[in-house]
């Protein structure tokens, strides 16, 4: 019965996270070369393929133990993560860490939205204040991502005019931070600053690589800033107040968002900044739940349509994942 049970589970599981299955595919095998087909995902050889195998049915436990649980806020499938562990997961695709630097930076200016009221509900999605759902690969420099997003949208918001900008000049030329090894976006407004600008991504298109700086497009300037500012840590209301005002960009611990699929994730997580996203915006669920929204750079696929809803207004100061430990904003 327990088995039936289970096997229905994944079946439901996988139908819900669009991979079709024959009703008489009980098979974690043929589970696996489904997944392989949909995703066209290849292995070096049979060794490997029988590892990620062995990973594939973890995750697959791992899902099918969620489904069997108390109810949940979010839910979580076979993604395009299901062949990966946890671990390799964050260390392929997060990227936030601090970069020793001996190269000096403009300081933030204050928070200036501290006297300011909060709506209620905004998501600057809303008339085209964002950019598409981008995909950083397999690069940890979700920072340049997360920092672009963040000035794409000031742009727009006070200039009028939405232009995708580049991640890869930040990856490759942003000596504040360490590419694809890593970096922080505060270091990456840091950096636009100084640079006087920043290019267009159709100048200076993303390479999920470690390659050098191409110094002829810094001086290409399609956006510039005249600094950042950090908002106060561990303090959602100052947080919220700054997203009232423009999209944020914030360090958080990604460690359990591989599988996410949508909903609003609630935990449980810890606070080892590992990951940057970009808070586009907040609201209220129909039973009263408070939630951000998060663009992130794990393409569309991912999460909902690419983003990520996260519990807001916790018990734990520092917000949930860390999500108010460490946060800044570009100023035009």
């Given at each position: 019965?327990?088995?039936?049970?289970?096997?229905?589970?994944?079946?439901?599981?996988?139908?819900?996270?669009?991979?079709?299955?024959?009703?008489?595919?009980?098979?974690?095998?043929?589970?696996?070369?489904?997944?392989?087909?949909?995703?066209?995902?290849?292995?070096?050889?049979?060794?490997?393929?029988?590892?990620?195998?062995?990973?594939?049915?973890?995750?697959?436990?791992?899902?099918?133990?969620?489904?069997?649980?108390?109810?949940?806020?979010?839910?979580?499938?076979?993604?395009?993560?299901?062949?990966?562990?946890?671990?390799?997961?964050?260390?392929?695709?997060?990227?936030?860490?601090?970069?020793?630097?001996?190269?000096?930076?403009?300081?933030?200016?204050?928070?200036?939205?501290?006297?300011?009221?909060?709506?209620?509900?905004?998501?600057?999605?809303?008339?085209?204040?964002?950019?598409?759902?981008?995909?950083?690969?397999?690069?940890?420099?979700?920072?340049?991502?997360?920092?672009?997003?963040?000035?794409?949208?000031?742009?727009?918001?006070?200039?009028?005019?939405?232009?995708?900008?580049?991640?890869?000049?930040?990856?490759?030329?942003?000596?504040?931070?360490?590419?694809?090894?890593?970096?922080?976006?505060?270091n990456a407004f840091a950096f636009v600053v100084s640079n006087g600008g920043i290019t267009t991504e159709e100048n200076y298109p993303y390479q999920p690589d470690q390659s050098a700086c191409d110094a002829a497009k810094l001086s290409d300037h399609a956006v510039s800033i005249t600094g950042y500012s950090l908002v106060p840590t561990e303090d959602e209301a100052s947080l919220m107040k700054a997203v009232a005002n423009q999209p944020v960009s914030v360090s958080i611990d990604a460690s359990e968002f591989m599988l996410y699929t949508g909903g609003i994730f609630d935990g449980p997580c810890e606070a080892n900044l590992n990951h940057e996203v970009t808070l586009v915006g907040y609201g209220t669920d129909k039973n009263g739940t408070n939630y951000w929204i998060a663009k992130n750079s794990w393409g569309e696929s991912w999460g909902d349509q690419g983003y990520l809803l996260l519990q807001k207004d916790v018990a734990e100061k520092e917000g949930l994942c860390g999500l108010a430990i460490r946060a800044s904003f570009p100023i035009i």
């Open positions: 019965m327990a088995y039936a049970f289970k096997t229905a589970a994944l079946l439901f599981l996988l139908h819900c996270s669009w991979y079709w299955l024959p009703a008489s595919s009980s098979n974690p095998m043929d589970m696996f070369e489904q997944w392989i087909a949909q995703h066209g995902r290849q292995y070096k050889d049979e060794s490997e393929k029988l590892y990620r195998l062995g990973v594939f049915t973890g995750n697959m436990e791992r899902v099918s133990s969620f489904l069997q649980s108390d109810k949940r806020s979010y839910t979580i499938g076979l993604n395009r993560f299901a062949d990966l562990t946890t671990e390799e997961f964050i260390a392929t695709f997060t990227g936030a860490r601090s970069i020793s630097s001996n190269t000096s930076k403009p300081a933030p200016m204050p928070f200036p939205y501290a006297n300011m009221a909060a709506p209620s509900r905004i998501d600057w999605r809303d008339n085209g204040m964002v950019t598409p759902i981008k995909d950083q690969g397999s690069c940890g420099s979700c920072w340049a991502f997360s920092s672009v997003a963040s000035i794409e949208s000031i742009n727009k918001i006070a200039r009028g005019k939405l232009i995708s900008l580049s991640e890869q000049e930040l990856v490759a030329c942003d000596y504040n931070d360490a590419g694809c090894d890593g970096g922080l976006h505060y």
